[in-house]
């Protein structure tokens, strides 16, 4: 049998050759320009930072500083770059982008953005937080493993109830995020989200109410509620559930409904109940494997923007 562990470090191993390959980096040069990788990388760098030295540029990019050093007199040579004594070090020559380097990165930038931009068209909507988050999981983890640095394993989640401070915010931030990215909503739609929940906190220690966050360290990175007044008697509301794309897809989600549907089993709620939108199927999944039923479909427009929205039930455990 196929050790589990080997698998997956097999597969990351594979994906991460073939994204090597369609970005370019084996090419001699790299992004429609002239340069190789590492050339590209400083000017990107540079156009980020304003100034640099050859030593920082060399450890940003984890290079040796003679490699780099040659790489970057080819760049002042070719006029893309601009030396400039350091005023705190004479020693000391910082770099920066001229007119010309400056046009180089803009073409470098519309050329990877076109890349990007083409891929995500190829993807499913919900996949490309997916994409992200992983991608920057997977860096920061890189990074902290070539560098040796403390804290290179990430914070485990717990699921807390409760009210925390900063809840509001927060919560209404990672619904405007995803929602705009998915389906176009703009500053209506986050500002009902933040006036229904600071509403909804308002009588949370009400019988039948509930709200579970997902804490990595101190950070807010999911949450759920349970709203058991506003649909009458009986019914429970699930409301507010979103997963951080950082945590999306390791359960964190699955661990959210799950204390949230052990509160409407607990209370006795006759039915819950959701509203979501078409086209979320990694969150729909999560509905109908907890039993949720699709129940009605519509379109709508109170969020801000025309979509076609899914009422989903849910009955109780003695229903």
């Given at each position: 049998?196929?050790?589990?562990?080997?698998?997956?470090?097999?597969?990351?191993?594979?994906?991460?050759?073939?994204?090597?390959?369609?970005?370019?980096?084996?090419?001699?040069?790299?992004?429609?320009?002239?340069?190789?990788?590492?050339?590209?990388?400083?000017?990107?760098?540079?156009?980020?930072?304003?100034?640099?030295?050859?030593?920082?540029?060399?450890?940003?990019?984890?290079?040796?500083?003679?490699?780099?050093?040659?790489?970057?007199?080819?760049?002042?040579?070719?006029g893309e770059l601009t030396e400039t004594?350091?005023?705190?070090?004479?020693?000391?020559?910082?770099?920066?982008?001229?007119?010309?380097?400056?046009?180089?990165?803009?073409?470098?930038?519309?050329?990877?953005?076109?890349?990007?931009?083409?891929?995500?068209?190829?993807?499913?909507?919900?996949?490309?937080?997916?994409?992200?988050?992983?991608?920057?999981?997977?860096?920061?983890?890189?990074?902290?493993?070539?560098?040796?640095?403390?804290?290179?394993?990430?914070?485990?989640?717990?699921?807390?109830?409760?009210?925390?401070?900063?809840?509001?915010?927060?919560?209404?931030?990672?619904?405007?995020?995803?929602?705009?990215?998915?389906?176009?909503?703009?500053?209506?739609?986050?500002?009902?989200?933040?006036?229904?929940?600071?509403?909804?906190?308002?009588?949370?220690?009400?019988?039948?109410?509930?709200?579970?966050?997902?804490?990595?360290?101190?950070?807010?990175?999911?949450?759920?509620?349970?709203?058991?007044e506003d649909l009458g008697s009986g019914?429970?509301?699930?409301?507010?559930?979103?997963?951080?794309?950082?945590?999306?897809?390791?359960?964190?989600?699955?661990?959210?409904?799950?204390?949230?549907?052990?509160?409407?089993?607990?209370?006795?709620?006759?039915?819950?109940?959701?509203?979501?939108?078409?086209?979320?199927?990694?969150?729909?999944?999560?509905?109908?494997?907890?039993?949720?039923?699709?129940?009605?479909?519509?379109?709508?427009?109170?969020?801000?923007?025309?979509?076609?929205?899914?009422?989903?039930?849910?009955?109780?455990?003695?229903?």
């Amino acid at each position: 049998m196929a050790d589990p562990e080997q698998a997956l470090v097999d597969g990351i191993r594979a994906a991460s050759r073939q994204m090597v390959r369609e970005l370019g980096f084996m090419q001699a040069t790299l992004a429609a320009t002239d340069y190789p990788a590492s050339a590209v990388h400083a000017l990107i760098e540079l156009g980020k930072h304003g100034s640099m030295s050859a030593a920082a540029i060399a450890a940003c990019l984890g290079l040796d500083k003679s490699s780099v050093s040659r790489m970057l007199r080819k760049l002042v040579d070719a006029g893309e770059l601009t030396e400039t004594v350091s005023d705190h070090d004479g020693r000391i020559k910082n770099l920066s982008l001229t007119a010309r380097g400056r046009r180089t990165l803009a073409a470098v930038e519309a050329y990877g953005r076109r890349q990007v931009e083409e891929a995500l068209q190829h993807m499913a909507p919900e996949a490309r937080g997916l994409v992200h988050a992983g991608l920057e999981v997977y860096a920061r983890a890189l990074a902290q493993a070539r560098s040796g640095a403390a804290g290179a394993v990430i914070s485990p989640v717990r699921i807390c109830p409760g009210y925390r401070v900063g809840v509001i915010g927060r919560v209404t931030e990672m619904h405007g995020l995803f929602y705009a990215r998915h389906a176009g909503f703009g500053q209506y739609f986050e500002s009902q989200v933040a006036t229904g929940l600071a509403e909804f906190c308002g009588r949370l220690q009400r019988p039948g109410n509930g709200l579970w966050v997902a804490l990595q360290g101190e950070r807010i990175v999911g949450s759920v509620a349970i709203d058991g007044e506003d649909l009458g008697s009986g019914l429970a509301h699930l409301r507010w559930f979103i997963v951080d794309g950082a945590v999306r897809g390791g359960g964190v989600g699955q661990r959210l409904l799950q204390a949230a549907l052990a509160h409407c089993d607990g209370y006795g709620f006759a039915e819950t109940r959701l509203w979501t939108f078409a086209g979320l199927e990694a969150a729909r999944h999560l509905y109908e494997a907890r039993g949720f039923v699709l129940g009605e479909e519509r379109q709508g427009r109170q969020w801000g923007e025309t979509v076609t929205e899914q009422l989903f039930v849910r009955p109780g455990v003695a229903g």
